[in-house]
């Protein structure tokens, strides 16, 4: 059976593909940044002194890394307004990858934390400052240069995550791609083109992290 | 709660034969995905320029792509070849190129972590690098890799649970029909989420006491 | 006159071991001391003790009348809240071992932070302040580079600015030669000679014996957690009266 390549259908739905894209990359952004405020929070709760704080940390950072994403999606979206919370899709898948993303940048964030040194600490208590006042002024910045690697490479792993929000009919690149692979029967053309703006969009945002990471190297 | 125990009694065998797929497709990828990861792997490491520079083309388009994206490829391209996988073959093919990639990039790195005396020393005693390549560096290699092996095994247990939108009868997917049913979409997912957990916890220990076991150091 | 700083009975303990036994120390207004003796005789813990780096387990320490770190009312002694303790460390400077400039501030950046945050100056007033410190130790210029650019000796000068801009009763040195090149070791050892001349008043932890001879007007030797020999420091390397000590300065260079 001849199948000729149409680059024609690529062109047509071009435009629908990269709102898609779009939507997808937006969906990353919202979730890594309301992922890194929960990250901050356990990771600075994981090295408190009483031992509830830490085990919270712990049992949360352990269920969800070990919990399908796609089950957290559809647990979020079709079994929290069971319990009476519910939300439109966005809000939903936004919710259930920031909650995944916390896990992982827990972690990203406890290990930048060992790594500032005990010097810097103490030279900042030794001005006077408030445990407070280092962790804010001092310890923070300091982490967050150091985590800047391993963030840029979550961030790109939850650009790719947010295929799953086709699955919740998100109309994001995913979605569009079988959609345009159902309802034209062009296979090739609909995933050629679908990986394709995956993999150049993932090789962008590395490219553009080792230019930040220059910039910025680590202390 | 009585009502959730009792559903659950009713859907004991869809569950069970659901969570014996979920794992035998893990367990199958894995395998074959670690096959065809170590042929990438020393292909990346040791070979001819075009034979790295094709490697390399494979690893970066899996990694790049979401495992849903190959998914569906795998399953739509496939049909559309002629080729009449089942969901689960189908599902178990896209796996094996997403562990594949994955693989061969853990196994070139260790590959050449190696120092390259022992490549030396082997030579020295007279072994060609195929017997080189068996006896002296791929067990350094494993022994490396272990921890990740394992941790790789969990992301395609959870990868697994992608399969259930193209058809494929694993947990999820019988999840899904159970909740179809009775709407008991709190209980179930939640329990659907708790059965995963618990199979990579397990993989998770049983990674730690291999750890412990085979540690070079 | 009361002391400055008076230190009585102060003992510390890290785990099993008896780090501090019972430590006596007075320091004056405008005195410059140093602390000599080999390493785990608990010199740096002492001064740690000082500014509350280290919590201790017994003894009193006072600075300018305050109790630091504990009180003690009807014999029960009780820790001071964090707050208090934080500004209690903003009364002493502290010049470290490794320098422990902050990497994501500038020279300039690293001085201002205490003013701004603990002493609530305007910035404006903060760099003033900073850059003229900066300028008495010589580093006029070098207010916008960042740590990673300086050399060590200058890290540490920028390191003196920072503790000494916060206008403390007290500067504490740690060591603050040990981690530098030799040849970066005079320009550091030249600011601490300008600053004593100006009478500020410091407690030197060192190994330059040289140094604590022609800079401090008291030496202090500890041996074991005790103080064994102090005296001024003209005379007590010329003629260490104990054993312990003559035995120490043997083995230093001189």
């Not at chain 1, 500032?116 to 923070?140: N, W």
Request: glycine fraction near 10%; include cysteine.
């Amino acid at each position: 059976m001849a199948y000729s390549f149409n680059f024609g259908v690529i062109q047509a739905n071009l435009d629908k593909f990269l709102l898609g894209l779009a939507t997808g990359l937006a969906l990353a952004l919202a979730a890594i940044l309301v992922g890194v405020l929960i990250g901050l929070v356990c990771a600075f709760a994981a090295t408190a002194k009483p031992r509830l704080p830490r085990l919270l940390v712990a049992g949360y950072v352990s269920a969800i890394r070990n919990t399908p994403i796609l089950v957290i999606v559809l647990f979020v979206y079709f079994a929290l307004p069971q319990l009476g919370i519910r939300m439109g899709k966005y809000e939903s898948f936004t919710l259930s990858l920031a909650v995944y993303a916390g896990a992982y940048l827990t972690e990203v964030f406890r290990a930048g934390l060992a790594g500032v040194p005990r010097g810097v600490v103490d030279a900042g208590r030794a001005i006077g400052l408030t445990g407070y006042q280092v962790a804010l002024h001092v310890v923070m910045p300091i982490m967050f240069r150091n985590s800047l690697p391993a963030m840029g490479t979550t961030f790109i792993s939850l650009f790719k995550d947010t295929s799953i929000a086709a699955v919740i009919a998100v109309p994001e690149l995913t979605y569009q791609a079988r959609k345009l692979n159902t309802e034209t029967f062009r296979v090739a053309e609909a995933w050629t083109t679908a990986s394709a703006l995956y993999i150049a969009t993932c090789l962008l945002i590395a490219a553009g992290l080792r230019q930040l990471e220059r910039r910025f190297p680590k202390f | 709660m009585e009502g959730f125990l009792h559903e659950l009694w009713i859907a004991r065998w869809a569950l069970g034969q659901g969570l014996l797929l979920t794992i035998a497709i893990s367990a199958a990828s894995i395998l074959f995905g670690t096959i065809l990861g170590l042929l990438v792997g020393v292909a990346l490491a040791y070979g001819s320029w075009p034979l790295r520079w094709l490697m390399r083309v494979y690893v970066d388009a899996v990694r790049g792509t979401p495992v849903l994206v190959l998914i569906f490829a795998c399953f739509y391209l496939l049909a559309f070849a002629g080729i009449n996988f089942t969901a689960v073959e189908s599902g178990l093919f896209a796996l094996t190129i997403f562990c594949g990639a994955h693989m061969g990039e853990i196994i070139r790195g260790a590959l050449q972590s190696i120092p390259p005396a022992q490549i030396d020393a082997g030579r020295a005693i007279g072994l060609t690098f195929h017997r080189i390549l068996i006896y002296v560096l791929l067990p350094q290699a494993f022994r490396q890799i272990l921890p990740v092996w394992i941790n790789t095994g969990a992301e395609l247990v959870k990868s697994s649970s992608l399969l259930a939108i193209i058809g494929t009868a694993e947990l999820l997917f019988r999840t899904q029909e159970i909740v179809g049913r009775n709407f008991m979409t709190l209980e179930f997912y939640g329990l659907c989420g708790a059965l995963y957990f618990l199979v990579n916890f397990c993989i998770e220990r049983l990674g730690k006491a291999a750890g412990r076991r085979f540690a070079l150091q | 006159m009361t002391a400055l700083l008076s230190i009585r009975g102060l003992t510390k303990r890290f785990g099993a071991t008896e780090v501090l036994k019972g430590v006596d120390l007075d320091v004056n207004q405008g005195e410059v001391v140093s602390i000599i003796g080999a390493s785990g005789s608990g010199k740096t813990t002492l001064l740690r003790c000082v500014n509350l780096l280290e919590d201790f387990d017994g003894g009193e320490i006072h600075l300018d009348g305050i109790s630091i770190g504990y009180a003690v009312k009807n014999g029960a002694r009780r820790r001071l809240r964090e707050r208090e303790c934080a500004r209690q460390r903003a009364m002493t400077g502290m010049v470290f071992q490794s320098f422990n400039l902050f990497p994501h501030l500038t020279a300039i950046g690293n001085v201002m932070l205490g003013l701004v945050k603990v002493r609530h100056m305007s910035r404006h007033d903060a760099r003033d302040r900073a850059q003229s410190w900066l300028g008495r130790v010589g580093l006029a210029d070098r207010g916008d580079f960042m740590p990673a650019q300086l050399s060590g000796g200058q890290q540490q000068r920028v390191a003196i600015a920072r503790a000494l801009a916060m206008d403390p009763k007290l500067v504490l040195l740690d060591e603050i030669t040990s981690a530098l090149d030799p040849e970066l070791v005079g320009e550091v050892l030249a600011t601490i000679k300008a600053l004593a001349k100006d009478g500020t008043t410091m407690l030197i932890v060192t190994h330059e014996m040289r140094f604590a001879r022609d800079v401090s007007h008291r030496t202090v030797f500890m041996d074991r957690g005790l103080i064994a020999e102090q005296g001024a420091s003209a005379d007590l390397f010329r003629q260490p009266r104990t054993p312990r000590l003559a035995e120490f300065l043997g083995t230093a260079n001189l």
